[in-house]
């Protein structure tokens, strides 16, 4: 390995060549000699690299930043300046060292977590440890995606109050049906709220993966949830759910408005969005739903229209609620295009369609 002068002398020369292509090849060699024996390096030394490696990397196009990301990533003694650096850029750069790098402190992800784009978010999920000070982070700022990478990934620890957020934001989010039940520390508690709503494949699965519940016991859960929706239906009786309850105290507190719809979309908190929307519209839940599934936006600018909601409030649930990785941006210009081309009176003459079809359905259930 070349010794300290021989190194320092490298450092000066690439922080003083002008040419591109000869700061492009200096910075390769200047990284092999740092990875050949990064823990022989004094505290000094290692500074002096990190702050001039990372000062011509971001001279450069992001292609060298891309290469010496994914070379130190895995690096424990890696410059901490500039794996930071790193992380905090854009995600082709990050993607690397958000996902393996050692260096990266709980201190350091958070901060990333609560600010950068959720695709940033999701490259955390794939570290081999997470925290569950971390998951809560990414369970609030996530969008669905990100929240499935998050319980996908076994090494993640999850407290009961954040896995309580995941189960309750699962309601309206398929997605999340399996990893959740997947995963060894789901309470047996929350496990049986998810029976009301996951498909017969996944009732059965929990009997056959879970091994903390007794079998028998599980199959108990399932006819006494099954009996109590059953009861329910027949018996018409007011039995809400929690987003349901916090939305009715909403309205009884005259808080719920508009305002109040674009926070609960912007919060991603599905269930509490589509309750409100309901509300709001004066139309049944299971519409609202459909509106929400709708991944065209047809049904949800109707909706906004009709209510005479500002484009802004279509623009929150479509950036928010809908996760970006799952449109381009011109679908995302087409969804914005059908909201201003939708009229109010054409709106209006929808829903009161949609209203008299659903007291059609409810007529014919009862029946």
Not at 66 to 94: C, F, G, K, M, T
Request: proline share 4%; aromatic share 4%; net charge negative.
């Amino acid at each position: 390995m070349p010794d300290n002068r021989t190194r320092l002398e490298q450092l000066v020369d690439l922080a003083g060549e002008k040419s591109s292509d000869r700061r492009r090849e200096l910075l390769r060699e200047i990284t092999d000699v740092f990875l050949t024996e990064p823990e022989n390096l004094n505290a000094t030394e290692s500074q002096y690299f990190g702050e001039i490696m990372g000062k011509v990397a971001y001279d450069l196009e992001s292609e060298v930043r891309v290469e010496l990301a994914n070379r130190l990533a895995s690096e424990a003694a890696a410059p901490p300046e500039l794996v930071r650096q790193l992380a905090n850029d854009e995600i082709q750069v990050a993607q690397p060292v958000l996902a393996q790098s050692p260096v990266l402190g709980e201190d350091d992800l958070i901060e990333i977590a609560a600010s950068k784009s959720q695709e940033h978010l999701f490259a955390i999920t794939k570290r081999p440890h997470i925290s569950e000070k971390l998951s809560d982070v990414l369970v609030d700022k996530g969008d669905d995606r990100v929240v499935h990478g998050l319980v996908k990934n076994q090494n993640a620890k999850i407290g009961e109050a954040t896995m309580g957020k995941v189960v309750a934001r699962a309601e309206g989010s398929e997605l999340l049906h399996k990893p959740l039940i997947d995963r060894p520390d789901l309470p047996a508690d929350m496990m049986k709220e998810m029976l009301s709503y996951v498909s017969e494949s996944l009732k059965n699965e929990i009997l056959e993966q879970t091994n903390h519940v007794n079998s028998d016991k599980l199959k108990e859960i399932i006819s006494d949830v099954e009996t109590s929706i059953e009861e329910r239906a027949n018996a018409n009786k007011d039995v809400r759910s929690k987003p349901e309850f916090l939305i009715d105290q909403l309205m009884r507190s005259g808080d719920l408005n508009e305002a109040k719809l674009c926070e609960l979309a912007r919060q991603k908190m599905v269930p509490e969005y589509i309750c409100a929307l309901a509300r709001l519209a004066d139309i049944d839940m299971a519409t609202a739903k459909r509106a929400i599934l709708d991944r065209s936006g047809e049904g949800l600018a109707i909706i906004c229209k009709a209510c005479g909601f500002e484009q802004s409030t279509y623009s929150a649930t479509i950036n928010n609620i809908w996760p970006e990785s799952e449109r381009s941006i011109e679908q995302s210009c087409r969804m914005i295009a059908l909201y201003q081309q939708v009229t109010p009176e054409t709106a209006q003459r929808v829903m009161r369609f949609w209203k008299v079809r659903q007291q059609s359905e409810d007529a014919t259930a009862t029946a």
